[in-house]
């Protein structure tokens, strides 16, 4: 496993944006965000490949954009026009050869006025 450093989350009105960024401490060939709702199972909100192919859930498409930072190795949630059904807690994703899966702790984002 490797480490994963996430930033981002918090409070924000309905409508608002948000914007959550994780670090790996290694080079991995897959990036992405893991939601999970309280009651809820954790599901995939979006994936990026290091052959830059991305995944988004349907309930996220045209809202959330996942793009690879400077650092080769950092990935970015760019979240607009969030509603109250984002509420969750995000996780960080990651996988490399050779590392296995990794998950980061997880940062809180909460859609409510």
């Known amino acids: 496993q490797v480490q994963l450093v996430e930033s981002g989350g918090g409070l924000v009105q309905p409508g608002g944006s948000l914007r959550l960024s994780c670090a790996a401490s290694g080079r991995m060939r897959a990036m992405g965000w893991y939601r999970q709702a309280p009651g809820k199972e954790r599901e995939l909100v979006a994936l990026?490949?290091?052959?830059?192919?991305?995944n988004y859930a349907d309930s996220v498409k045209g809202r959330f954009t996942i793009s690879r930072e400077n650092a080769r190795n950092t990935v970015a949630l760019q979240m607009n026009s969030l509603k109250p059904e984002d509420t969750a807690v995000y996780y960080c994703?990651?996988?490399?050869?050779?590392?296995?899966?990794?998950w980061g702790k997880g940062t809180l984002v909460t859609v409510s006025s």
């Open positions: 994703y990651a996988y490399g050869v050779g590392y296995g899966t990794s």
């Open positions: 990026l490949t290091s052959d830059g192919s991305t």
